[in-house]
């Protein structure tokens, strides 16, 4: 062989192998040097190639790797053929070591329709990381699939090249089509719909080395089950489950990954045993569908909220001591349950990495972050407990999804319709300046008005301010009212009279 290739370097693609050899000695065109090693005019954007066993042998000496090993290492074929029949994977992989005979079938995880994103993605960290080891930049396999905007190894964001900068002639690598203006694959992301794209993207590698396949269709169909996007009968509640979808890896990566409102249906019509079978769904949705199920199952009797974070002024004196400082530090947090009752307290709280965990009586539990003398704590609700489990399946049996279990229940107006039946009530918390300031301007109205009917002008001058101070400060309030209710005169009209004695109590 007189081609002395770079050797391959951990999981690189072969076209970036190519086009750094071909950048290296100055190639215009790799087309001519694809035609001598793969026997046939191999283009560069072909993904999963065939002549592999002749690359092999014209690659041997400076590569040192057979063709099974270049299949498994540095295409995507155990990713693409996921959902494929051993029989027809193991053609195709035979289809891939000899020379193309005409027309044949090619698979590809580029066969994804629907993606904004172009395949040329690179992280910011590994090129940093590379070029600390010495290590020439090169596009990584992983990073190419589809719906991986995340590194899995840095949970970095992946950034996108230019589209318009590549043509299909040559192999570019990283280094030709790197730009300042390269701009991140996912801009309005949260940090929890980063980890759950993260977690895709991790899974993605996984199934792109050898592997025993996709998980089954009975355990799909258990996790649908678990996670109550399956009714009774057996019929998928598709509308939860694409509203799960959405809140779980946000809008803006299924907007620009694919993942509309279609596939998910027709995956679950797979799943369920009720599509055509013409046509092999492809892995990504069920990778997707794999990481957004066992995250939903992960904390059986309980329901995974989408984060909400709030701001928990700490103050605590040691951040290694657990005590009263950490129960100062507690005192200071308030739950934002839906379903909190006023004697509901504070009823653990552990160690958990660089933060806490702390669980409230009423079923909720928050993850909080950097609590410590000079900063404030990040506190993040985490999971609801049997109280919302229960109040969820009145839900359930109204007619109402099992995706609502997933969001947040404080913003639901049937939610708070259930919780209100149920003798629940989320009100408008007031600091004790507030409810002085509102109990004063009650104060002066009743002394301002007619002697005859204090509570009554009052009420009539700001009734607002009546509902208020009986939502909030019931206690003082009756006390109060009963305390300068004006006594009732005989001669009123007996409707008028219960009237006014409805508002003087």
Not at 233 to 238: K, L, N
Not at 436 to 462: F, G, M, Y
């Amino acid at each position: 062989m007189a081609i002395a290739l770079f050797p391959l370097l951990d999981g690189e693609t072969i076209g970036s192998n190519l086009g750094r050899y071909g950048d290296f000695v100055g190639l215009e065109t790799t087309l001519p040097l694809r035609r001598r090693l793969f026997g046939y005019p191999c283009k560069p954007d072909t993904r999963l190639p065939s002549g592999l066993d002749q690359l092999a042998e014209e690659a041997r000496d400076y590569w040192n790797l057979d063709a099974v090993a270049i299949i498994n290492g540095h295409t995507e074929f155990h990713y693409a053929t996921l959902t494929l029949p051993d029989m027809q994977r193991r053609a195709m992989r035979l289809d891939m070591l000899g020379q193309p005979a005409g027309r044949c079938f090619r698979r590809s995880a580029g066969g994804w329709s629907g993606e904004r994103v172009t395949r040329f993605r690179y992280c910011e960290d590994c090129l940093l990381e590379w070029r600390a080891r010495s290590i020439p930049a090169h596009w990584m396999v992983d990073h190419q699939l589809p719906g991986v905007y995340v590194c899995s190894t840095h949970s970095s964001v992946l950034k996108v090249t230019n589209p318009a900068s590549f043509e299909n002639l040559t192999d570019p690598t990283v280094m030709t089509l790197r730009c300042p203006t390269d701009e991140k694959t996912l801009n309005r992301v949260s940090l929890p719909e980063i980890a759950a794209i993260e977690d895709v993207a991790r899974r993605s590698a996984q199934y792109r080395m050898v592997n025993d396949g996709l998980t089954s269709t009975e355990t799909f169909c258990e996790l649908l089950r678990e996670a109550r996007f399956m009714w009774s009968d057996g019929r998928m509640d598709s509308r939860a489950f694409t509203a799960c979808f959405l809140e779980h890896f946000g809008e803006e990566y299924c907007r620009l990954a694919g993942l509309d409102w279609q596939k998910m249906t027709v995956w679950l019509r797979n799943i369920a045993g009720q599509g055509r079978g013409r046509d092999f769904p492809h892995p990504f949705m069920f990778i997707a569908a794999e990481s957004l199920l066992s995250r939903r199952c992960a904390m059986p009797g309980s329901f995974v909220p989408a984060t909400q974070s709030l701001v928990l002024a700490a103050q605590i004196d040691s951040v290694n001591g657990y005590g009263d400082a950490v129960e100062r530090g507690m005192r200071g947090a308030s739950c934002v349950g839906i379903l909190h009752r006023r004697d509901d307290t504070w009823t653990a709280c552990s160690r958990e990495g660089a933060g806490w965990k702390l669980a409230c009586s009423c079923g909720v539990s928050y993850r909080a972050s950097g609590i410590s003398p000079s900063e404030n704590a990040q506190l993040t609700e985490e999971a609801y407990g049997a109280r919302y489990h229960g109040l969820l399946s009145m839900g359930i049996v109204d007619g109402v999804s099992a995706g609502f279990g997933s969001q947040r229940f404080h913003t639901l107006s049937r939610f708070l319709r259930w919780a209100r039946c149920a003798g629940f009530s989320k009100n408008k918390d007031f600091s004790i300046e507030a409810i002085q300031r509102l109990r004063d301007r009650w104060c002066s109205l009743v002394q301002n008005a007619r002697p005859e009917k204090r509570i009554t002008s009052a009420h009539q001058v700001d009734p607002e301010l009546y509902r208020t101070l009986t939502r909030h400060d019931g206690e003082w309030f009756a006390a109060f009212n009963l305390a300068n209710r004006t006594c009732l005169k005989r001669s009123l009209p007996t409707a008028e009279r219960t009237k006014s004695a409805h508002l003087e109590t």
